[in-house]
């Protein structure tokens, strides 16, 4: 018969062990042993799992406890349980949580099958640190895979996993240590364990289903916890096929819903969390843990939509949605009446701040109007300095409206354009000016008159905007004002 060498990748070695555990290191390796054995005819094939089965075998023993009940206070009774639940839910194939489950079922066969299970824990502590430094050099010996019937089968397998307990224990009382019995037996004790789970494990696959009292509350934990365990691989066809087979099972009630919700929300898929919430609340309109969930979930919306930069329209609308809709689902809240009025304030602001954008975007159209009315009336001084008014208006228009921005921006440049225009008829029409005749002096009184005239229209420019930051600051006055009301 072929051996099978031992082969795992390295885990971490505890210091101390339960009563009738193995070695983390010696549960991984009897376990993928056992995948092995059970894959080596192709009818079972685990080859493609393996990692979901080292993953199983690699659970912690509270993990173990957590997964499979009472395995450590009644671990034959929770090996049966687990057996049974198992050929209960297996489907057409083995898929990777149910691999996983089939790890997790050959770690607890693993532990139940250890040698020295009853020894004084100072031995045993021993004797399971050394095998854990020499199980990756054990050759193993495996048997005729065939079902099991697990009430005569397990109670054999502790017998004969103890049948040399007494004299691995007085091998260490007297020196001997590792190197006697416990090195010897080793190879025979690992092969009783690979084979163990091998023949548990096939008889879950191929067996008939022995779950006549098996509570449908097991098959709906074990569901869900398939669920979650797709859901932190995070691949949405797996998420969907375990979702639908939950339905499948039949409806789900307010605290399943609940349940499901708070892994999606955990994994930060929020459209699906949201969706159950919701569900919840449809079910029992009274379920604070949903609405302090969804509350909690739209107010954090808004806080994000207001991190917008720059703070568009859109995103204070959606962060006013998102704060009335947390109000919706828990008018408690400690924080989101106060944050959809602090938004709520937001927007007046901008929306004055439009309006003011608007209202320069207007005076300044009208008097660039204004301004060729005057330049046709000869009037061009006045012409000159509505014109730079003109300019200083479209320029209190910021980027934070994009549509006014751009038509400021055109207006501004047209106004330059119609400076620029009127200046040069000036010095072209500089005989007209002077009414000497020369064109020197006409030249030099055109200057003049062009300096003249930037002179005036920067003092327009002035005191323009000097009535224009007095008129900011009375209207930062009145928010303020009607803020602290």
């Known amino acids: 018969m072929k051996l099978i060498r031992i082969s795992i990748l390295a885990v971490a070695i505890g210091l101390a062990y339960p009563v009738w555990a193995w070695g983390p290191n010696t549960d991984v390796a009897v376990v993928l042993g056992a995948s092995q054995v059970i894959s080596r005819d192709g009818s079972v094939p685990l080859n493609n799992l393996v990692d979901d089965v080292r993953n199983g075998a690699s659970v912690t023993q509270q993990e173990l ?38 790890g997790v079922l050959g770690k607890l066969v693993a532990n139940f099958s250890t040698p020295l299970a009853d020894g004084p824990a100072n031995i045993r502590t021993r004797y399971f640190a050394d095998v854990e430094r020499s ?6 010996i495996p048997e005729t895979i065939q079902p099991i019937d697990p009430k005569s089968f397990l109670p054999n397998l502790r017998q004969a996993a103890n049948a040399n307990a007494d004299i691995i224990e007085k091998d260490y009382q007297t020196g001997v240590g590792f190197a006697g019995i416990g090195r010897a037996s080793l190879p025979e004790d690992a092969s009783r364990s690979v084979n163990a789970i091998a023949q548990i494990w096939f008889t879950v696959l191929t067996g ?168 046709l009336n000869n009037n061009t001084a006045k012409a000159i300095t509505d014109l730079f008014e003109a300019q200083n208006l479209y320029g209190t228009v910021t980027d934070e409206f994009p ?70 600051v009375r209207t930062k006055l009145r928010d303020q004002m009607l803020s602290n009301r």
């Open 65 to 102: 406890t957590d997964i499979i009940p009472m395995s450590a206070d009644d671990p034959m009774g929770a090996i049966e349980r687990e057996m049974s639940l198992l050929q209960a839910v297996r489907g057409p194939s083995i898929d990777p949580y149910f691999a996983y489950r089939l």
């Open 135 to 140: 199980i990756e050099q054990v050759n193993l």
């Open 208 to 375: 008939q289903a022995a779950t006549p009292n098996l509570p449908k509350s097991r098959i709906h934990d074990y569901v869900l916890d398939g669920l979650k365990f797709y859901i932190n691989r995070g691949r949405s066809q797996e998420i969907d096929r375990a979702y639908k087979r939950l339905s499948d099972l039949g409806p789900q009630d307010a605290d399943m819903r609940k349940r499901i919700g708070d892994m999606f929300f955990d994994a930060k898929m929020y459209d699906r969390a949201i969706k159950e919430y919701k569900a919840v609340l449809e079910a029992d309109p009274n379920r604070r843990d949903a609405s302090q969930r969804l509350a909690k979930y739209y107010v954090a919306q808004g806080e994000d939509a207001l991190k917008t930069d720059p703070l568009t329209s859109e995103a204070l609308n959606k962060a006013k949605d998102s704060f009335t809709q947390a109000l919706k689902y828990d008018k408690l809240h400690p924080t989101a009446q106060q944050k959809l009025l602090q938004t709520e304030k937001l927007i007046r602001q901008r929306k004055d701040r439009e309006d003011a954008s608007a209202k320069a975007i207007a005076r300044a159209d009208a008097l660039r109007q204004k301004a060729d009315t005057l330049a």
């Open 403 to 472: 549509k006014l921005a751009s038509q400021a921006r055109v207006g501004a440049s047209n106004a330059a354009a119609r400076i620029n225009q009127l200046k040069s008829d000036l010095i072209n029409n500089a005989a007209n000016l002077s009414g000497t005749g020369s064109n020197v002096n006409a030249q030099i009184a055109a200057d003049k008159a062009v300096q003249s005239l930037d002179k005036q229209a920067l003092e327009q420019l002035v005191k323009s905007t000097y009535d224009n930051e007095i008129d900011s």
